[in-house]
Every structure is written in C-alpha cells, then in structure tokens.
T-cell receptor, first 111, second 118 residues
C-alpha cells in the first residue's frame, strides 16, 4: 500500500466558508478514498473515487482526482461546526487490501 | 451501512496486566480485519491484518507476542495487549473490509479503544 500526503496540515475557517484540502501520492493507483476522524473517534469513510473518475460528489463534499498530477482534492462546501475533524486520504491499487494513512489535515470550523 | 463496534471504548489498567479489545462487524461478515494504533495528534499506524481462521500478519516492528490477535469468526477479532506498559497507552482502532460489491480496500472503522496503562 502507499501513503498519501495531505496538505495543508491544518486549516481554520469560519462557518459557512468552503474548505479545500489536497492529497498527493507517488505511484499509480486504482482508487483513492477520503476518511474523516472526529477527535477521539474512529474513521468514517467519506468517499471513494476510482482512477477513471475525475470528480465525485456526495452531499456537501466534492472530490477531484488528477492521475496525471497524482493528486486529489477534497472540498467541503458551506462548512459547519460538525465538520471540525481530521481528514485523511488513502490512495490504493486494486490489489492493495491494506491502507496507509498520512498525517491528515486538521480542519477547525469556527462558529 | 456497515457497522463495526469495539469494546471497551476505554480501559485503564495497571502495568503488567493484559487487556483484551474486541472488534465486531455487526451487519456483515468480515473475512479481513485490521488493527491500528494512533498516538496523540498522529496518524493511524497499521499494526496487523487479521484473517478469519488463520494467523494474523503483523507489520514490521510490531511484536506479535505482545499484541495477540485472534480472528475466530467472521464477525469478531480480538486484540490482546499482553503485559501492558505505559508506552502501550494509545488509541487502538480496528476496521473491517472486503464486503461484496465494494472496493477490495474499502474499510469500515470501529470507534476506537483508548488504553491507558498506569
């Protein structure tokens, strides 16, 4: 498995604003997943995007994937206090059953 | 959606004792479960991969005799921290994966167990 690197390390925004974070990886992949972790909790699966997809939406989340640049972005629109969490990406090949996580992006949404 | 539970959610024990953490997939059968450890403000580190009916596969640097993993059924995996010491204090998270129709590496995580060794 390979590890993604999230950027920025931390992000502080006002409620209602959008939050964008990026993930870069090194080798070719078949899919990339984004997870959220609230403080002191396990990870919650947010979205999976496959290598043949460029963009995917789920509610207020928008994920893009650029395989030529080996990068992905996660956009949270109209942020809420409940979006305060750490966000992790997990790039993987189809035969990777294990996941590796980077340091994540810690998002703080201020009321 | 797939639900994974962990028990206990937190545990405090004395140095030298053993602690067992359970991980259950509640609404699906998980042939593979994963155990992670997370130190404060750090990422999850995979400790081992647990396969039902066979021995666990440990990541490099993880002591298999200290962290005993048993995956006796398709819905239960246990992690036993033997002779725990203060440096074993951490947040332990399990996940389950490989449900039909999903990507082979899509995982569902438990809520975690906070272990504090005094």
């Amino acid at each position: 498995s390979q590890q993604g690197e999230e950027d920025p390390q931390a992000l502080s925004i006002q409620e209602g604003e959008n939050a964008t974070m990026n993930c870069s990886y090194k080798t070719s992949i078949n899919n990339l997943q984004w997870y959220r972790q609230n403080s002191g909790r396990g990870l919650v699966h947010l979205i999976l995007i496959r290598s043949n997809e460029r963009e995917k939406h789920s509610g207020r989340l928008r994920v893009t994937l650029d395989t030529s640049k080996k990068s992905s972005s996660l956009l949270i629109t109209a942020s809420r206090a409940a979006d305060t969490a750490s966000y992790f990406c997990a790039p993987a090949r189809s035969n990777d059953y294990k996941l590796s996580f980077g340091a994540g992006t810690t998002v703080t949404v201020r009321a | 959606g797939a639900v994974v539970s962990q028990h206990p959610s937190w545990v405090i024990c004395k140095s030298g004792t053993s602690v067992k953490i359970e991980c259950r997939s509640l609404d699906f059968q998980a042939t593979t479960m994963f155990w992670y450890r997370q130190f404060p403000k750090q990422s999850l580190m995979l400790m081992a991969t647990s396969n039902e009916g066979s021995k666990a596969t440990y990541e490099q640097g993880v002591e298999k005799d200290k962290f005993l993993i048993n995956h006796a059924s398709l819905t239960l995996s246990t992690l036993t921290v033997t002779s725990a010491h203060p440096e074993d204090s951490s947040f332990y998270i399990c996940s389950a994966g490989s449900t039909p129709g999903l990507a082979v590496n899509e995982q569902f995580f438990g809520p975690g167990t906070r272990l504090t060794v005094l």
